[in-house]
């Protein structure tokens, strides 16, 4: 008898939703390690100066990282925003101030987003490389200047797009296209008009080597996301890089009254981030990745032999070296036989009950990806695995009839 899961969401009359996807944010990241929780129950019983407490967070972060500097944040998107506010106001007056003195600066701070005027405001970015999350640089006041095209960018184009009264950095994102440029180059052309490079590598956190790969490249400022491979509470998130550039996003982080200020972050949170990060230093990478994996040729074992549905395993590779990152089963299946495709059935896992999340065509995440849907047992608890199987074999059944 396989043993159901604990759902502590029955009492309030929710159902508890099966992550068989990834740390996704909308389902609320991941689980952290209970010595995370501890230490943010520790961190409640006492005050501390925040700036104070951020700067202690940042050592530790600059240290896993290979950075000059860090700075904990509220996720993900809110360091991305404080790295392109740090962009803008770099050579600005704003660089006389120090986060640790009594705040005096709020004047300048608040010129962000909306009174920019003299400010280098442009971010160029590969077409091929924009996402949902650019947004984030627009809401520190940035505007995004395209290179290139959807299918590729040359250096040409990087330089065409370059303006030395209005460009602020250069933006890239790990998981965007791989028609672009590769970093290493973006970084050249970049650093070649004494501008600094922001790197948005949110997911791109495993193995453990990856905290130090773009800042080794040369990149100035590094977004990773807290909340999701990290194991940190899910709103949650570093800013790593060059120390004067970390200095202007502090300036205008929380608690202070720039752009940051809305994003707060709580003192619990900072000490579990931190928390979250020397457990990650300490996994052996090897070792957790066997293990997956032999859970993921376990479920598509239970998947195979039934009419109309192929099973089998796959990978999400490392952006950086094209590494196996995360082993995941993936479903197919023969439309023309069963009546349903493959996003057919991920619809409706996720109207069940409970509601099963994998992922269709993530084609962020593996590179043969059309058609198929994925199974990331990474965050299934105990019991899930038999549960999805299940109801993928029912759905299957049920659609011949």
Same mark, same amino acid.
């Given at each position: ?276 990060? %020397?457990?990650? &230093?300490?996994? /052996? @990478? $090897? ?8 859970? +993921?040729? =376990? ?78 047992? %990474?965050?299934? &608890?105990?019991? /899930? @695995? $038999? ?8 759905? +299957?059944? =049920?659609?011949?009839?």
């Amino acid at each position: 008898m396989v043993e159901e899961a604990y759902d502590p969401y029955r009492k309030y009359g929710l159902r508890r939703a099966i992550n068989a996807s990834t740390c996704l944010t909308r389902l609320g990241g991941s689980i952290p390690h209970k010595d995370v929780f501890a230490a943010m129950e520790d961190a409640s019983r006492a005050y501390v100066r925040i700036p104070e407490l951020q700067a202690w967070a940042g050592e530790r972060i600059a240290e896993a990282t290979g950075a000059e500097a860090g700075l904990p944040t509220a996720g993900a998107v809110n360091a991305l925003t404080l790295a392109a506010a740090a962009c803008i106001m770099r050579g600005t007056e704003l660089e006389r101030f120090d986060p640790l003195e009594p705040e005096s600066w709020r004047h300048i701070a608040q010129r962000l987003p909306m009174h920019t005027e003299g400010l280098r405001i442009e971010f160029v970015v590969q077409k091929s490389d924009r996402n949902t999350y650019d947004h984030a640089v627009e809401c520190a006041g940035g505007r995004l200047v395209e290179a290139g095209t959807p299918e590729g960018t040359t250096i040409e184009d990087l330089e065409d797009a370059f303006d030395p009264l209005r460009t602020a950095a250069y933006y890239f994102t790990v998981r965007g296209s791989k028609r672009g440029l590769p970093i290493e180059a973006v970084i050249e052309v970049a650093h070649g008009h004494d501008l600094p490079v922001i790197v948005d590598a949110a997911p791109d956190l495993r193995p453990k080597r990856m905290l130090t790969y773009y800042t080794e490249r040369g990149a100035d400022l590094v977004v990773f996301s807290g909340g999701k491979h990290l194991g940190g509470p899910n709103n949650s998130g570093i800013l790593a890089g060059r120390r004067g550039l970390i200095k202007l996003a502090h300036l205008q982080a929380y608690p202070f009254d720039g752009i940051g200020r809305g994003a707060k972050m709580s003192r619990e949170t900072i000490v579990g981030l931190v928390t979250a990060l %020397e457990l990650y &230093l300490q996994r /052996d @990478d $090897e070792v957790l990745f066997a293990a997956q994996e032999g859970r +993921v040729k =376990a479920i598509a074992e239970m998947l195979s032999g039934f009419p109309g549905l192929r099973a089998g395993v796959t990978y999400e590779y490392t952006v950086g070296d094209g590494e196996p990152m995360t082993p995941l089963a993936y479903v197919e299946l023969d439309e023309e036989a069963l009546g349903i495709d493959a996003r057919e059935l991920q619809t409706m896992l996720r109207k069940g009950d409970p509601p099963i999340e994998t992922l269709y065509e993530p084609s962020f995440l593996i590179e043969d990806y059309a058609g198929r849907m994925t199974i990331n047992p %990474e965050y299934m &608890l105990s019991g /899930d @695995d $038999e549960i999805v199987v299940k109801r993928i074999i029912e759905i +299957v059944e =049920a659609s011949k009839t």
